[in-house]
T-cell receptor
Framework: KAGVTQTPRYLIKTRGQQVTLSCSPI?????VSWYQQTPGQGLQFLFE???????NKGNFPGRFSGRQFSNSRSEMNVSTLELGDSALYLC????????????FGEGSRLTVL | SQKIEQNSEALNIQEGKTATLTCNYT??????LQWYRQDPGRGPVFLLL?????KEKRKERLKVTFDTTLKQSLFHITASQPADSATYLC???????????FGTGTRLQVTL
């Protein structure tokens, strides 16, 4: 069974640009969540999608957005990039909606110059 | 606000010994707690889940305890091996599975 796939793995952008990251969950998993990981803050929850609906949202500005498609694939978008957006963005999928383990992808490493 | 604390310092341990990692939390009433392992440049990998009404969980060489009175979880790796060297993250959840609050992790280094 294929794991969670994230693309691209690495990308470099400049301030003010926007970026779109993609995530393909494990087959059969309908819940997809996104996390931002930085050395100072650790892993922080961005948002979760289930059946194409955003179910939960973390404390991030509106520049961070996402969506989920009918095949459960998900994308997240960050507009007007800032230096502080440099981070590892991790996508995770889950089979169970309560107390289920998360299956993480390898992440997309974003560097903002 | 919710706060999760893990040993910020790296834990260095000799092969064969038991490694014990701590996770303390405040201002939180989690329904469950999870432990993940993360290797450099990789995504976290799930290890164990323990619910609020459980005191202890075991899986092979791993053992986790959960004390909701002390607001603390202990994670033990017995007979540690160099391959156990990684960062270990604790995560608390209440409600939907996907919205976890993670600690910053403890880096474990197992030497020969």
């Amino acid at each position: 069974k294929a794991g969670v796939t994230q693309t691209p793995r690495y990308l470099i952008k400049t301030r003010g640009q926007q970026v779109t990251l993609s995530c393909s969950p494990i087959s059969g998993h309908r819940s997809v969540s996104w996390y931002q990981q930085t050395p100072g803050q650790g892993l922080q929850f961005l948002f979760e999608y289930f059946s194409e609906t955003q179910r939960n949202k973390g404390n991030f500005p509106g520049r961070f957005s996402g969506r989920q498609f009918s095949n459960s694939r998900s994308e997240m978008n960050v507009s007007t990039l800032e230096l502080g957006d440099s981070a590892l963005y991790l996508c995770a999928s889950s089979l169970k909606t309560l107390t289920g383990e998360l299956f993480f992808g390898e992440g997309s490493r974003l560097t903002v110059l | 606000s919710q706060k999760i604390e893990q040993n910020s310092e790296a834990l260095n341990i000799q092969e064969g010994k038991t490694a014990t990692l701590t996770c303390n939390y405040t201002n939180y009433s989690p329904a469950y707690l999870q432990w993940y392992r993360q290797d450099p440049g990789r995504g976290p990998v799930f290890l164990l889940l323990i619910r609020e009404n459980e005191k202890e969980k075991r899986k092979e060489r791993l053992k986790v305890t959960f004390d909701t009175t002390l607001k603390q979880s202990l994670f033990h790796i017995t007979a540690s091996q160099p391959a156990d060297s990684a960062t270990y993250l604790c995560a608390l959840g209440a409600g939907t599975a996907s919205k976890l609050t993670f600690g910053t992790g403890t880096r474990l280094q197992v030497t020969l």
